[in-house]
Structure formats: C-alpha cells, structure tokens
C-alpha cells in the first residue's frame, strides 16, 4: 500500500465498496450499448440523442471504482464504437479513456449510489464527452465540426434523465458486494 | 523510480493509454491509411448479430401488424366463428408477407427497368457518430461489391459505398458533409453539382446557369460524376432568389426517407433522363416528375456557355453587320465605300445618323457596342 | 519474498494493531512487475520517438508536414492585350486549373483519374515521369479549362477517399479573339514542352507553365508574366483544405496596350476573309502597326492549356500553311509596287529627270532576251508619272538597265528591304535584295546585266515582306523618314528613325505618280476613295522563289497593293498581300477598306473637323490632273 492509498482510506474510510459484477456483464454491457448505437438507430430515429456506450462506461467505471480499470474499460468501449463508424479509429477512444478515468476517480470520493449524484455526474460527463471529442476531432484530426453548445447541453440533460432508471437496470448485474 | 510509479500508477496507466490511441490516431491521420483490419474484424463480428435482428425485427414487424389488424377483423366480424378468425389471421399473414415481398418486388421491377446491373442489399445499421450520415448495408466486398459503387433505390439515388468489408459495406448517404454528386435538372437541363452539408437538405453548385433552373424542378444524375449512372432521380430543386443574380438552391434528397432495402449499382450504364415519370414505386404518393419541356433542343452544349469573348469580337460582329447593312463585301466590290460611320442598323434608321457626315458623339474609346441613341 | 512479520510491540507504544503490511507484499510484486513493463513500453515509446524524429527527421518531418500542410499556388493572371484605346483583344476568363498532388499519389489511381479526365492513360503516365525531377510536394499540372463533366468528376471524387489527389484551383484562362482574329499578331501561349524547358530562354520556368509562344504573347512574355502566388493551407486526410496557414499573393502581369487600332484591324480581318494573304498596316509617321493580318488564320483558344494533337497535326499539314505569319514571314517578289523605289533611286541617282520618256511597245529586248510590258497594246511615249500610274514595265527596264543592280540594291536597302524592320514580333524574315556582292557571295557567280531587267519590275530574286513593303514605302511617303514598326508604344523610344537625305522634289514625283495609281485612270482605280487623296501602287507579281508555294500546282500570281493616305503628311500606310489574286487591282479594295476606316474613325473622333468629309454618298467626278489618256 502507498501513502497514497493510506490517504484516499483516510479521507472515504468506508467499506471497500467495490461493486463486482459478473465477468460475462463486462462484455456484453458494452456490446449491447454499442450495437445499440449503431443498429437500433434506424429503427427509432429519436433515440440518436442517447449515448449508451458513454453511460456504460460511466456507470462501470463508477461503480469498480479503479482509475485503471475505468480507463481500459472506457478505451476499449471507445475504440469498438470507433471501428464500427467512418472516421479515425481512436477518437471516441481517448475521449472515453478521460471519462472513465474520471467517473472511476470521482467514485473514490461520493456515494456512486445516491440518483443525484449519478444524474449530476453523468450529465457532467456527457459533456465533457462532447467536448473532448470535438476538441479530438477539431485539433488532433484537423476536421471541422460545429460545437453545438445548446444542443449538447440538453441532450446532456436528456442523457442524464435516462441514466437513472438505465444504472438501476445495471444495478442488477451485480454480484453481491463483498 | 519505483515508489514514483507505484504512487502514480493510476495517472501512468492513464497517460499510456491516452498515449497508445494518439498514436493510433497519428499514424492514420499521417500515412491517411485506414486501420482497416481492426474494421474489418469489428464489421464482421457485429454484422451477423446485425442482420439476424433485423429479420426478426421484419418477422417481429410483420407479426405485429398482424396483431393489430387481427382485433380490427375480430371486432368487425365477432359474429365469425374461431375457425374463420384463424384463417384470417393466417391469411393477414400472409398478406403481411407479402407487403414486405412487395418492397422486394418494386425493386426488383426497378432494377430491371434499368440498364446498370445491381445488387440488392438491406440497410442494417446507421453509423455511431451523431453526424454522421451513413449506413450499414448487408452486402460487402464478398458480393462483389466495392468502394465508390452508386447507391439507389426506385425512387432514387442513397449515396455511395465508401468502404466496402467482407460481409457489409459502410455507405455515405447524400446528405453526408462533403458529398458530392452531378445532377442535371430535367426541363431546364441545367447542369450542376450537388453537394451534401450534413443536414437534411443538399445544396447545388456550380450551377450553370442559374436563371433557368426553376423552382421545384427534378433534378436527376447526369452522370459525369463517373459515380452515378445518368438518369436516377436526386430530388426536387427548391430556388430561393437572394438578389437579382444571387439564388440559393436547396434540394431535398428524395431516396433517403424509410429506407430499407437498397440497390448497388455493380455495373453502372448510363440511363436517358426520363421524359415520363420515371420507374413507377407504390410507396410514393406524391406523382414525381412534371412532364418535361416539349423541346429540350435548348440545352447547352457543354462548354459553348463558358466561352468568353473580347472587345474583338463585339466590334468583328458590328462591322459585319456594318458591312451587311450597305451591301459591302470587305476587300471586294469596288466602286462604293463603305461608310463606316452609319450606325449599324438594329432597329429603326435614327434621323440623326442619317446624315451624311454627321458623325457621332465622342464616345469613350473603349465603349464595346456603337451607342445610338442622340440626345435630343 | 516475504519478509518476517516484525516484532509486535517492538516499538510501538499503543497497542493499536498495526498496518497488515504482510497483506500488501502480494500487490507490490505485481506493481514491480507493472512498473518493469511501464519502463520497457516507455523505452520503446522512446525509441520509437527518437527514431521518428531525430534520426530520421528529414524525412519524416517534411513529410509530415507536406500531409498537413499544402502549397497550393495561386495562378498569376496573365496581363490583357488592348488595342490603342484600351479596348480588350485579349482577356482572361476565370476558370478552374487541375492539379495533381503527387505527394500521396496512389500507382492504383493513374488510371481512373486518366479514364475520368478523358486522357490517355500512357500519356498521363508519361507526364507524370517528367515532373520527377521536381520535388514531391510541388503539384502536377493536369488540365486547364476543365468541362462541365471533368469539373463534376473531379468534384465527386475529390472529396471522399476515392481520389483525394486530384487538386481543383481557381485560375484565368486566356480568352482570345475567334476566328482567328489577330491570332498571328497576338500569337498564343501554352503550356512549355520538354525541348522548351531545356532551352535557355525558358528555364526559369517549370514544367506546366504556360508561355507565349508566338505573337505579342512571345515578344512579351515576360512583362505579360506575373508571378505566382501561393496560398498554404493545412488539409485533412481527404484533401479538403480545413486552414489557411498563409499567403502570398500572386502578382498579375502587366496589361500591354498595343498600337493597333481594333477598328482598322478588324476591317482587314474581314477584308481578308476568304482569301490568303496579309495586311498591314502601319503610321508612318511614328511606325505604329494599326493593324496586321495575315491569312488564313488559326485559333490561338485551341492552344490554350495543351493543344489536341489531331488539331496541331491539322494545323502542320494545312497547304494553306496557317500557322505562317504572312504578314512578316511571306519573302515574296513585291512585282510592279517595287516601282516607286526605283524610281526615287533613278532620280536620285540622276540617270532620269522629269524629261526622261520610253515608248512602250508592249514589249523591249534586253541582252538578247525579249522582256513583255504588261500591257500587250503598249503604253506608248510613257513618261515617269505615266509609268508609275499605269505601271509600265518598258520604261521600269529602261530605268533599271541605266541604274545597274548594286544602285538598285542601294536605293532599296534604303527603303528598308533586305533587312528585318525589327518590329517587336519573333520571327521576322528579312527578305533578298539582290546585288553582285550578294551573288558573289551566296552563289560565287558574277552578276550578268539581264538579272537586272527582272529585278527593276520587282521580280528576279528580289523578295520583300508585306510589313517590309508598308514600311518602306511609308518611309518615302514622309519623305525619307523610316520609323521602325512597333506594336508597344515604349518600344518605340529605343529606335531613333532612319532618315536619308532625299530630294523632295523628287518624292513628290513618286508620290505624284502613286496618286494617279489611284485617283488618274491607273491600275487601282478601285481603290479611289472620293475626297481623299489616296496614294498607291499595285503589284501582280510572277510566284519565282517561293518554295512555301512551290508544292502547289495551281499557282496564280499574287496580288499587292501598298496605299498610304493623305497624299500631303500620310497619317497610314497598308500594305496588301493578297495570294493568288492574279492582279494588283484586286488587292486594291482592302486596302482601301482600311484607309476608310482609318478616316471614317478619324471624323468620328473629330466631328469639326472640316477637312475630311467622311462620308460622301456620290462619287465625286476624277480630277483632271495629268495626262488622261482614255476618254
């Protein structure tokens, strides 16, 4: 143990509250989310707003509540999304790295189970996910993309709405806390 | 150095991930390669998965409709016996079955009504980015299918395929940012090119001449773009006038509403633009193309338009007129010279250049047509 | 490795259980190993790094940067040509120019941008092998002026992967005149060829340029030149330019205004339609070119860019030779309009005064060979005026047999002939005066007295230009002044005129004589223009030495007529080939087509201007000058 982790254990001296899940739920989560993103789109055009490969990440990231882990994860969510889309493999990979990196961090210090601090997390997220990939596309890639700050801002909100009821399904997946 | 990196470990591993994709995404933004196996792997693996849902979603479709319209006949004929109701069900069945075999039939009656040979294939995913305007269709390079390749339904052109994989290929829709197709409008036969923005609608440009394209007039490919074969509809012209020379030209993409099943162009042959309405579909309501202009002898001959013209051959045209006006020949005809000081005769003999002598006022020098008029 | 559990209690002093530190051992050895991997990875991130940018950075480095950022040049438009009043005969029209980018040119796509642009596969490929030497990033010129079909192929596989090559700027496209209007005055430019490029004149330019080749656009090529801009932009992977890094704005080239007078040339061009030949037309008194044509004509529009190859071929194996600029490359015997010089030089030189008569027989022998006047009947007693107005062989032998050939040759080297005139057009040909040094010298033979009878009439191996004819006779309509011909009015400061110490009453003589051409029952009375003095001298002139014409079988005797107007201070001088015309007469009404312009535009400038009436609707009865000799 680091002096590090000493502290961290002194500032949230609670529980080790590292949520397991089933191995099989790591894969098929992002899978479902992803293939969701892509193929269910034409089905129902409104839902283009939802970003549930973002949301898994998030919600996997906070509840293992390791930066490392939240950052594979979040990569590996990104760079599938990525390779199944026409531009650059690794946009939404670094992007998603950040945010799981960050949901996993910030879950070392809240209660990832309080609604409101979900809902005030995700909606934070998503939009640092927006911007980082615009600022992924604009200054790494050299493309030209709008940033569409109002719309981001409501899908944000949107996103954030569906987030709740779509953890509390997740929240099933888990095995019991040890 | 090992305590260093112990404390740290997050923030590292962190780093070397972020460091790992913006390699990734150097070497492909430098070398402009794709990384196209790690592509190919991930096609192919969601593809299957992909296609099987959507025919249950088709059979799930089908099946609902079947349900709906069950209650409508259960309610309308409740006097029917349970015998009669499952036949009829078993028949709305099959009717449901063959609505989507209708589809299939309006296509295949298409694609024989054109020359290219195609290849029919089904939309089955749309692309993650939230922009982007692309499709997934269930056909790849395993059936003969390749980048490039024109994209059209009956009612008229998708896109083009821009990556072709094993079993799907990535098609970029019309209205994708940066697409581009040459169209040429049906009664005017104007020629110009259009262009996708990344919304809904496309633009025109390079429009060759903007004052004779009118307002809802069919656009069609013209097929220069060595993309799409002539002759396919694009959509209705919608002109807006901003001045007197400036217009903007909006067109919406009529092809790209519900779409589903698609055909791609394998063996592109260039088509007429259709003077009728062109290939009948039963899912439009609204009857496409007016009739076209009785003559479209007018069109312009490519490149005729974009021929300038100098001082010179304003005052060649003047002089021969000048010339043809007092029956002179140039060099020839002795006897009478010419009067190089009539004005050229265009309307009515003007009184005042009748005058023999009476030349005309100094004009500018570098005036390209004989000003007439006097001032009284 | 586990260490031993220390002492407990050892040195603590509560008894606080301690820190299970025997828990961690097991994490440690797995962030030991992590850490060794972090390490290796870094090495080879390091490595990896060093290698790209500092051992190799040369390469890597421009390349790079030539993905990212592009120089995209920006076409310097080429001067316009006016004519004297600002009027344009030589545009620019906005277009768009094709470049390749051969920094990421794919092998695979030689052939469908080849097949897509409608060029030759082989070709194109052979093109693109001679910008090899050419760094990579310096783009490859493919087409200008593209169709509607090429513009929207290039337009839908620019963008997306398919093509990204293919590089579309804006540029100007040169607009020349139709029909050939001018074409051999204002010449053509096109794109430079290989044997161009290796030649010292063009080798500051690169491959893909487009030059003058001929004309006005040669002479001047380098003043109608601007110099290029380039604007640099960063582009993505497609090719679509997302910034603009910087710029260099392309410096246009100098509009040259020209000396012609659009008015008189376009009267010539279309006096010549139809027939072959040239005219030109000079003023004297300074020796601006008002106007110069030669026919027939070519299209310089079709050589812009690159010239269709059928279309050249076309152009080479015309008999008609259009690409020959008659107007000062035609050596041609300039026949009876040789006359007047010959004779100012007999008077000059004193071997005939006013007094001086022949009998014309129609016909004289000389040195045992029977020389014919034109006229069968004969001339009868024909005196010096008669013999110019009604163009006289007989007494033109006479004169030439009394003058000798080097006093002919003298008098005619004065008025300009076997010399170029050194107007500012490439490719001018300097004609034969004949002389028996000039015998001597080319065919080491002596000069026998005969030569010289055919020599007096202007043909024998006297060959002049059509400009050389303007300009000589033009030089003794002002009375021994000879101002060099230019098209660019500064280029005429250079030149001092020549001038040469003439008896004016003698010119008066010739010019006398040259008005009667005219104006008295002589043989270009179609030329007469009523209330205008109207010199000049027809020429129908035996094809001898012509090897251009030679191929022909059908050779008709070609028509000159060399006029100049008014007779007192001559404001033009036009000198008229007209190939095959069989007679001088004939030649007569374009130049007078030309004069009429001149004046008519003259009055139009200057309404009060009592002194020239411009347009008389009758004729006006011949003055009686002279001795008239029909009834």
Request: aromatic share 6%; charged share 25%; glycine share 6%.
């Given at each position: 143990m680091t002096d590090f982790d000493n502290r961290l254990m002194d500032i949230a001296?609670?529980?080790?509250?590292?949520t397991r899940f089933r191995p099989l739920s790591w894969l098929v989560v992002p899978l479902l989310a992803i293939w969701f993103q892509v193929f269910v789109h034409r089905f129902?055009?409104?839902?283009?707003?939802?970003e549930l490969p973002l949301l898994v990440t998030i919600y996997f990231s906070m509840m293992r509540r390791q930066p490392i882990i939240g950052s594979v994860f979040g990569a590996c969510v990104g760079l599938a999304q990525d390779s199944l889309s026409?531009?650059?493999?690794g946009m939404f990979g670094i992007v998603k790295t950040m945010v799981g990196f960050i949901a996993a961090s910030l879950s070392l210090r809240f209660d990832v189970d309080s609604p409101l601090l979900r809902l005030t997390v995700t909606y934070a997220l998503f939009v640092f996910h927006q911007m980082g990939y615009w600022a992924v596309a604009k200054f790494l890639v050299g493309q030209s993309v709008d940033l569409q700050l109002p719309q981001m801002a409501i899908q944000g909100f949107l996103n954030a709405l569906i987030a709740i009821p779509f953890y509390l399904v997740l929240d099933r997946l888990k095995e019991e806390a040890r | 150095m090992e305590s260093f990196l112990a404390r740290f470990r997050h923030i590292t591993v962190l780093l070397l991930l972020l460091m790992a994709q913006l390699l990734l995404l150097a070497y492909q933004v430098k070398t402009?390669?794709?990384v196209r196996l790690i592509r190919i792997w991930a096609v192919t693996a969601v593809t299957p998965l992909a296609r099987a849902v959507e025919s249950v979603s088709v059979y799930w479709n089908n099946v609902f409709t079947t349900l709906v319209r069950q209650r409508e006949v259960l309610s309308e004929n409740?006097?029917?016996?349970g015998e009669v109701s499952k036949l009829r069900i078993e028949n709305q069945y099959l009717q449901g079955e063959l609505a989507t075999a209708d589809r299939a039939k309006v296509l295949l009656a298409f694609a024989q009504t054109i020359p290219s040979k195609t290849k029919a294939a089904r939309i089955i995913g749309s692309g993650t980015g939230s922009n982007a305007r692309v499709v997934y269709v269930d056909r790849g390079s395993a059936d003969g299918i390749a980048r490039n390749m024109a994209v059209v339904t009956s009612k008229g052109i998708v896109g083009k395929v821009a990556s072709a994989y094993p079993t799907a290929s990535l098609v970029t829709l019309v209205?994708?940012?940066g697409f581009v197709a040459g169209v040429v409008s049906q009664v005017s036969r104007v020629q110009a090119i259009l262009r996708g923005t990344g919304s809904d609608l496309c633009t025109l440009d390079y429009v060759r001449n903007p004052f004779a394209l009118q307002d809802k007039e069919w656009l069609y490919t013209s097929g220069e773009d060595r993309v799409f074969p002539k002759g396919f509809p694009v959509g209705q012209v919608r002109v807006t006038k901003k001045s007197n020379t400036e217009f903007e030209f909006k067109v919406q993409p009529?092809?790209?509403?519900?779409?589903e099943e698609v055909l791609i162009v394998v063996e592109g042959i260039h088509g007429a633009?259709?003077?009728?309405?062109?290939?009948?579909?039963?899912?439009?309501?609204i009857l496409p193309?007016?009739?076209?202009?009785?003559?479209?002898?007018?069109?312009?001959?490519?490149g005729a338009e974009g021929f300038g013209s100098t001082d010179a051959d304003r005052l060649r045209e003047k002089y021969r007129k000048l010339g043809e006006a007092q029956g002179h020949t140039y060099g020839g005809s002795p006897g009478r010279p010419p009067d190089?000081?009539?004005?050229?005769?265009?309307a009515q003999p003007k009184p005042a250049s009748?005058?023999?002598?009476?030349?005309?006022?100094?004009?500018?020098?570098?005036?390209?047509?004989?000003?007439a008029p006097v001032k009284p | 490795m586990r260490q031993p559990d220390?002492?407990?209690?050892?040195?603590?002093?509560?008894?606080m259980p301690p820190i299970p530190r025997d828990e961690g051992a097991l994490p440690s050895i797995k962030i030991v190993v992590f850490q060794y991997v972090m390490a290796a990875a870094f090495i080879f991130l390091v490595s990896g790094y060093w290698t790209l940018q500092i051992q190799n950075e040369q390469i890597y480095n421009e390349k790079a940067v030539r993905n990212e950022i592009r120089a995209l040049p920006i076409p310097a438009p080429r001067g316009k040509i006016l004519d004297?009043?600002?009027?344009?005969?030589v545009g620019n029209l906005a277009s768009y120019r094709l470049l390749l980018?051969?920094?990421?040119?794919?092998?695979?796509h030689i052939i469908p941008i080849a097949t897509g642009l409608n060029l030759d596969p082989k070709e194109f490929a052979e093109r693109l092998r001679r910008y090899r030497?050419?760094?990579?990033?310096q783009p490859m010129f493919i087409k200008d002026e593209l169709t509607t079909a090429e513009f929207t192929f290039v337009e839908a596989n620019r963008?997306?992967?398919?093509?990204?090559e293919l590089e579309l700027i804006s540029s100007q496209r040169r607009v020349y005149p139709q029909d050939g209007v001018g074409a051999h005055l204002l010449g053509y430019v096109s794109e430079i060829n290989d044997a161009e490029l290796n030649t010292p004149e063009w080798a500051r330019h690169n491959p893909g340029d487009e030059i003058g080749k001929a004309g006005i656009e040669r002479y001047y090529n380098d003043a109608l030149t601007g110099v290029d801009g380039e604007r640099q932009v960063r582009v993505d992977n497609r090719g679509n330019?997302?910034?603009?890094?910087g710029i260099k704005e392309a410096v246009p080239g100098k509009d040259l205004m020209l000396t012609v007078d659009l008015d008189l040339q376009i009267v010539a061009e279309l006096s010549m339609e139809g027939r072959n030949g040239a005219v030109v037309a000079l003023?004297?008194?300074?020796?601006?070119?008002?106007a110069l044509v030669s026919r027939p004509s070519y299209d310089p529009?079709?050589?812009?860019?690159?010239?269709d190859p059928s279309e050249w071929n076309k152009l080479l194996t015309d008999?008609?030779?259009?690409?020959?600029?008659?107007?000062?490359?035609?050596?041609?015997?300039p026949g009876s309009t040789f006359k007047p010089i010959m004779a100012l030089a007999a008077l000059e030189t004193g071997v005939?005064?006013?007094n001086f008569t022949v009998t014309c027989t129609g016909g004289a022998t000389w040195y045992g060979r029977p020389f014919k006047c034109h006229k069968r009947g004969g001339h009868g007693t024909v005196n010096l005026y008669k013999a110019i107005a009604q163009s006289c062989d007989v007494f033109f032998y006479a004169v030439g047999n009394k003058l000798g050939i080097d006093n002919i040759a003298k008098y005619a080297e004065m008025a300009?002939?076997?010399?170029?005139?050194?107007?500012?057009?490439?490719?001018?040909k300097e004609g034969v005066v004949p002389s028996t040094q000039w015998k001597m010298r080319l065919f080491r033979e002596k000069w026998f007295a005969g030569e010289t009878i055919s020599v007096a009439i202007g043909q024998g191996a006297l060959t002049v230009t059509p400009l050389q004819l303007a300009y000589a006779i033009g030089g003794i309509a002002t009375g021994g002044v000879w101002m060099k011909p230019h098209l660019?009015?500064?280029?005429?400061?250079l030149a001092p005129a020549r001038k040469a110490n003439l008896n004016i009453d003698h010119v008066n003589q010739v010019i006398q004589g040259m008005w009667g051409v005219v104006?008295?029952?002589?043989?270009?009375?179609?030329?007469r223009l009523p209330g205008l003095d109207l010199c000049g001298k027809t020429g129908t002139a035996q094809l001898a030495s012509n090897e251009l014409l030679?191929?022909?079988?059908d050779l008709k005797d070609n028509a000159w007529f060399v006029g100049f107007a008014p007779?007192?201070?001559?404001?033009i001088v036009v000198a008229v080939l007209y190939e095959g015309?069989?007679?001088?007469n004939l030649a007569a009404p374009i130049a007078r087509d030309v004069i009429k312009a001149y004046f008519d535009k003259k009055a139009r400038r200057?309404?009060?201007?009592?002194?020239?009436?411009?347009?008389?609707?009758s004729m006006a009865p011949l003055p009686k000058v002279g001795a008239a000799q029909r009834p």
């Open positions: 001296p609670r529980e080790p509250a590292v129902v055009g409104y839902v283009s707003y939802l026409d531009h650059y493999v | 402009n390669q794709e409740e006097r029917l016996k209205t994708q940012q009529v092809a790209l509403d519900h779409l633009i259709p003077d009728p309405a062109p290939a009948p579909s039963q899912e439009v309501v193309p007016p009739p076209p202009a009785p003559a479209s002898a007018e069109a312009p001959a490519a190089f000081n009539k004005a050229v005769p265009s009748a005058a023999p002598g009476k030349p005309e006022e100094g004009k500018p020098p570098a005036a390209p047509k004989e000003p | 220390p002492p407990y209690h050892q040195d603590s002093a509560y008894s004297r009043d600002g009027r344009v005969i980018s051969r920094d990421n040119l794919r092998e695979d030497s050419l760094p990579s990033y963008d997306n992967d398919a093509l990204p330019a997302r910034a603009e890094l003023d004297p008194r300074t020796g601006e070119v008002l529009n079709h050589f812009v860019g690159r010239i008999p008609d030779k259009p690409l020959f600029n008659r107007a000062l490359q035609a050596q041609l015997a005939i005064d006013e300009g002939f076997g010399h170029k005139t050194g107007i500012d057009l490439p490719q001018e660019v009015k500064e280029s005429a400061a104006n008295d029952y002589g043989t270009a009375t179609a030329a030679k191929q022909r079988k007779k007192q201070a001559p404001e015309g069989l007679h001088g200057n309404p009060r201007a009592p002194e020239q009436p411009a347009s008389v609707a």
